[in-house]
């Protein structure tokens, strides 16, 4: 497989017009795509260019639209030492990503207009990536009073998609005025759906390892209870209900359920759930502690099948990053969280597409349009003329290990460290500059 040529006027990564040869858009024929002012200008067979535009020779590439993460932690403000804005978004642009949702659970915690701005702000700056901060939907993640949700609305950064992520909005009447609060501003609230006294204490899925394990065991139960609770809730208000990360074949039959009735809930599947199962607890390796919890080879396969007939709406990360010393120590004392964004195009190839169940235009749709859609962002989601010329180049041909010292994130904790996935990230596109070249940051 030939690695793409860059001319050199392209490496400079200055140039406004640039021609990408011959890549498969969407998995299909190679046709040529040709990008103007941050704009895809025209995709077409055999384009004429001119000398001075940078040229990009994509055989054998397949270009998507800018993959688009509903749920990623980049820790700043308040844990630099795991991620910054700027490292978090560097290893997004590297994992073929445009855009991110940022998730509220910094310190402080993203609760009012001031602390989302900044952290928008911060994203504009590093210019890697568009950051869509998500704002908390109680005070402090404390649970018990709604926070700023219309001045989060109105600031610069726009929120639409508010979250409590790393605990649940377990208070019923709280999730029911957070849900009737968003509706007047077509915004969305992401649940993470988790009964708080169904789950304390818990390390893994419950079942028969965690017994063998002694480790407190995670009912499936736990997270589908909230699920059906808030599915009915946001079909009571007529409001929009985002599930985060769903684990169970269970929460993917009440989502299936919920979806049949035409009621407002969309959610997510991580690529961790995707392709990893519970037995990866057995050596008590903390690298594999995730919250929901990794669960049975049954779970996976109605997970995978959810997200191919699009009962589950989007693949999301939940990248996690986490320091060293919070991982390495042993398994209850370790943190949950597992980081995502430089593996997870690699992971749905493996886990969905090898096997048939997704083709490139399906990973389009889960990667990029619907989670751009529930995200409330323009400019994302699409590839094709008009748009702004957001995109990646994928070289679906290689088998590598994962290697984490590669990674551009702050933190090490992949659970895929040395194992072989397909696939690479050659080029990603924001509104026509390159963010990645020859698979390394161009920026
Ligand atoms: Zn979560």
Redesign the pocket.
């Known amino acids: 497989m030939a690695s793409p040529v860059v001319s050199s006027t392209a490496m400079t990564g200055a140039a406004a017009t640039w021609l990408i040869r011959g890549a498969r858009v969407l998995g299909s024929d190679p046709a040529d795509i040709r990008i103007a002012d941050g704009v895809i200008a025209e995709i077409g067979r055999d384009l004429d260019h001119d000398v001075a535009t940078a040229r990009l020779d994509a055989d054998g590439l397949i270009a998507l639209p800018g993959l688009v993460d509903l749920?990623t932690h980049l820790r700043e403000p308040g844990r630099e030492d795991a991620e910054t804005v700027l490292t978090g978004t560097a290893a997004a642009a590297l994992g073929g990503f445009t855009a991110v949702h940022a998730m509220a659970n910094t310190d402080p915690v993203a609760d009012t207009a001031g602390v989302v701005e900044q952290i928008w702000r911060l994203g504009r700056q590093a210019g890697r990536c568009d950051v869509q901060p998500v704002g908390a939907v109680t005070a402090g993640l404390g649970g018990s009073r709604l926070a700023e949700l219309g001045a989060m609305a109105d600031s610069a950064a726009r929120v639409r998609v508010f979250s409590d992520?790393?605990r649940c909005v377990h208070d019923a009447v709280l999730m029911r005025r957070a849900l009737e609060y968003v509706r007047a501003f077509g915004g969305v609230i992401a649940q993470?759906a988790q009964e708080p006294r169904l789950t304390e204490g818990a390390q893994v899925n419950e079942g028969e390892i965690s017994g063998r394990l002694g480790l407190t065991g995670w009912p499936a139960v736990a997270e589908e209870a909230i699920i059906a609770r808030d599915c009915l809730l946001a079909a009571h208000v007529g409001s929009a209900l985002h599930v985060?990360?769903v684990s169970t074949a269970g929460s993917v039959e009440i989502l299936r359920w919920a979806k049949a009735k035409g009621w407002q809930v969309t959610a997510e599947v991580t690529p961790h759930h995707l392709l990893l199962t519970e037995e990866r607890a057995v050596g008590y390796d903390p690298v594999f502690k995730v919250?929901p919890p990794l669960r049975t080879a049954e779970d996976v396969a109605a997970l995978r099948a959810g997200l191919a007939d699009g009962t589950i709406d989007c693949v999301a990360t939940?990248h996690a990053p986490h320091p060293l010393e919070d991982k390495e120590t042993e398994w209850v004392a370790a943190a949950f969280g597992m980081t995502g964004l430089e593996t997870a195009l690699r992971v749905v190839h493996e886990a969905l597409v090898e096997p048939g169940l997704l083709d490139w235009a399906g990973v389009a749709d889960r990667m990029s349009a619907r989670p751009a859609a529930i995200g409330r962002l323009t400019g994302h989601g699409r590839l094709s003329p008009g748009e702004p010329a957001n995109l990646v180049l994928y070289d679906p041909s290689p088998r590598e290990a994962v290697d984490p010292a590669a990674h551009a994130s702050r933190s090490r904790n992949t659970p895929f460290a040395g194992m072989v996935l397909p696939g690479r990230v050659m080029a990603t596109f924001l509104r026509g500059n390159p963010t990645v070249l020859d698979g390394k940051l161009a920026r």
């Open positions: 749920h992520d790393g993470h985060c990360h919250n939940d």
